[in-house]
């Protein structure tokens, strides 16, 4: 736990950014830390980057205050690195990471080994969004706060869905709740709601999708060519994962898309058995243990042989751990 007081502690300007390619929770945690800085600490010049926000935030309250070209003369007297495993993966915002005077690392990822000044990271909470909502002073939480950090929670958790939901994190909605936000404009606008682009390459994901390892695995992929022809961005094609994941009988789920010739964008997700997490580390990228992902090259066939070796070598060890208890 960190006391974000003496954090803040003779600070005027303070950098707030998350990783790239923005989801909800990175998105939340920065906007609701963003507000509350803004809302007790009016004398602190607060910035925060992130990269282009994906169409489903447009509307979230504070988006349009996102930065997303750095001044490389800015020298922070505070940095918050939120919702990110390593410095990398911060893009540009990482050149102001090195400036600053002081650095605060918040994150929930397993992958994190700590590189700020400062680290709180613990890979059991549910989300970043979560871990922002314990270092603040409840009683001095913003609206726009509780909103942001809500919103973190439902991505991060697929509604409350996955196993990363605990007691703790149902409590700290609830506490959010009761600040008298709209939680199902929240969930239905920024999870839900998609566009009919959207739609139709979700439809073509699970249209090619192709079970493996005696269908205990479901793979899809979309080329960027399928992208051009619907119209789509990346982040349009945020939650196809894990509604592949949602397949009966399915242990886990591999969804590719591809970034340019011979090289695609990698998201894992699994259910009980499988650490994707530790497969994605070694392919260079990182995650949980029940989601993860990489970048990685090759034809879609080098990918997916690749990551189901990892996968079934998982599966084989925990059948051969039955077998021995039997």
Do not use: W
Not at 294 to 302: E, F, K
């Amino acid at each position: 736990m960190i006391n974000l007081a003496k954090e803040m502690n003779g600070v005027r300007t303070a950098v707030i950014a998350g990783h790239i390619r923005p989801d909800g929770d990175a998105i939340g945690s920065c906007l609701g830390l963003y507000f509350y800085i803004r809302e007790n600490y009016p004398e602190v010049s607060c910035k925060v980057y992130l990269e282009e926000t994906p169409n489903a935030y447009r509307n979230v309250c504070g988006v349009d205050e996102i930065r997303h070209e750095i001044d490389e003369t800015e020298e922070p007297d505070v940095f918050f690195c939120l919702d990110c495993a390593d410095e990398k993966r911060l893009g540009a915002a990482g050149k102001l990471l090195g400036k600053a005077k002081h650095s605060v690392c918040i994150d929930h990822h397993i992958s994190n080994g700590g590189f700020g000044d400062v680290n709180y990271i613990v890979p059991q909470a549910s989300s970043t969004s979560e871990l922002i909502f314990t270092v603040l002073d409840e009683e001095k939480i913003p609206f726009h706060t509780a909103e942001a950090l809500y919103m973190g929670i439902v991505h991060d958790t697929g509604v409350f869905r996955h196993s990363c939901t605990s007691p703790e994190t149902m409590e700290i909605a609830a506490k959010l709740m009761r600040k008298g936000i709209n939680c199902s404009q929240i969930i239905n606008t920024t999870y839900y709601e998609k566009t009919y682009h959207q739609n139709q390459i979700l439809g073509r994901a699970l249209l090619e999708s192709i079970l493996l390892l005696d269908k205990k695995i479901i793979f899809s992929a979309i080329r960027k060519k399928d992208m051009d022809f619907y119209c789509v961005e990346p982040s349009d094609l945020d939650g196809i994962v894990q509604i592949l994941m949602s397949t009966a009988g399915t242990e886990a789920a591999i969804f590719l898309y591809e970034i340019k010739s011979h090289e695609y964008k990698v998201s894992m997700r699994s259910k009980e058995i499988i650490d994707v997490s530790e497969i994605a580390s070694y392919f260079g990228g990182g995650g949980h243990i029940r989601a993860a992902g990489c970048n990685m090259q090759g034809s879609i066939y080098d990918v997916v042989n690749n990551i189901t070796l990892h996968m079934e070598k998982q599966l084989r060890k925990k059948q051969n751990e039955e077998k021995q208890q039997v």
